[in-house]
């Protein structure tokens, strides 16, 4: 397949990840067409592209979840492509599937496998089928609470249940006894039910206190894949990332590269295309164990390109031209020195409630938190944490409350600075019960 060069791409997102796509389209050359809901009329995507489209109002059913509008508005600009940034619609494998018979090209893997990837208990049987370490659980969904019973007896409690289609870090169940697991499988039902398409759920070995490792992957549409190091994201409330940083300070080199090798196979033999994440849990252990699969580019995805100098959202248009990874990779991948994200919430540093403002604002309260993000390097991770301290002290924002404060009290914590903590680690920064 010959590659192809895009004139113009539609952006199917907004706010930070809709700047950066813009960003990487100008570093291309390409033109950007932003696509806006009636609150984010004044939003920088809107001024930094080339086009702008309103397609429709404030919520995001009617706007950025509104498939007909968004390939309504990328016929009338005429654009080659979509990326669909992250959220929103980006792992839904319907609008990559209308997008195809529109002839625009998804910025992204191929509807077929956005879908398998999304059933997590398929995409958990796929992995173990190719040697990628899983948790133990339910070969695939829990049929009652009978099943569920035999299979948690065998695997030992605590175990967790999952919706089926989860996300969000909805659905799920926490079973510590026998004695609450079938009240515990009608509940996740209910709430996987009524949160996702399906009521479906499937049961897994919970670990207590787990590390959050995600995997950053680039596979072209030629069968060449490459695994770009990990994160660690371990530093998280209520599953939110708060702090991302890269290379993960409990990976060790022989682990990295071991699961790497697995990887590439695995993702090579699912047909998977574009960018993509494999999440892993580690357990106290050390033991790294695939959770899922995120079939998009991620909100800490600048981490990786500091320590492999490798621009993700470039490669990932580069890749949906058609062009090869020898082509778009400077050479061999290795990860050197430390990088660290922060997210910047507009939310009360102690209680994590969002902070909002109405009138003559631009944080639409519509949307999510995030406000910015502000990434530091270093040729070790004690510099690049200097680093994030200092630049975190210069960072002024009025007006809101933010995360800013947590973020500074995390960093200066010794466990913190000796790589030493898990996800349950934000709880000592906490108000109420530890
Ligand atoms: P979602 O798609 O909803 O984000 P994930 O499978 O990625 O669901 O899990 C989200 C988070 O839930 C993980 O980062 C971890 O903190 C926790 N979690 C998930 N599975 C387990 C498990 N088996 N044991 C302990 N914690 C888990």
Known sequence: MPSVRFKKILIANRGEIAVRVICACKDLGIQ??????????????????????????????????????????????????????????????????????????????????????????????????????????????????????????????????????????????????????????????????????????????????????????????????????????????????????????????????????????????????????????????????FIEVNARVQVEHPVTEFVTGIDIVKSQIRIAQGETLSEILPGPVELRGHSIECRINAENPETFVPSRAYTDCVIPPFYDSLVAKLITYGSDRAEAIQRMQRALSMFIVEGIHTSIPMQQRILADPDFQAGNFDTNFIKRFLPGPK
Do not use: W
């Open 32 to 289: 950007t067409v932003a696509v806006y809901s009636e609150a984010d009329r004044y939003s920088s995507h809107v001024r930094f592209a080339d086009q702008a489209i309103c397609i429709g109002p404030a919520k995001s059913a009617r706007s950025y979840l509104d498939i007909p509008s968004i390939i309504s508005a990328a016929e009338i600009t005429g654009v080659d492509a979509i990326h669909p940034g992250y959220g929103f619609l980006s792992e839904n494998a319907t609008f990559a599937e209308v997008c195809e018979a529109s002839q625009i090209k998804f910025i992204g893997p191929g509807p077929e496998v956005i879908r398998m990837m999304g059933v997590k208990e398929r995409a958990r049987a796929f992995m173990r089928e190719l040697g990628v370490p899983i948790l133990p659980g339910s070969p695939g969904v829990l049929t009652s609470p009978e099943e569920g019973l035999e299979l948690a007896a065998k695997v030992g409690y605590p175990v967790i249940l999952k919706a089926s289609a989860g996300g969000g870090g909805r659905g799920m169940r926490i079973v510590n006894g026998p004695g609450e697991l079938p009240s515990l499988f009608l509940q996740a039902q209910h709430e996987a039910g009524s949160a996702f398409s399906s009521p479906d759920v499937y049961l897994e070995k919970y670990i207590g206190a787990p590390r959050h490792i995600e995997f950053q992957i680039l596979a072209d549409e030629h069968g060449n894949v490459e695994i770009l190091g990990e994160r660690e994201c371990s530093v998280q409330r209520r599953h939110q990332k708060l702090l991302e940083e890269s290379p993960s300070p409990a990976v060790t080199d022989a682990q990295r590269a071991e699961i790497s090798a697995v990887l590439r196979n695995a993702i090579a033999q699912a047909g998977y295309t574009n960018a993509g994440t494999v999440e892993f849990l580690m357990d106290e252990a050390g033991k790294l164990y």
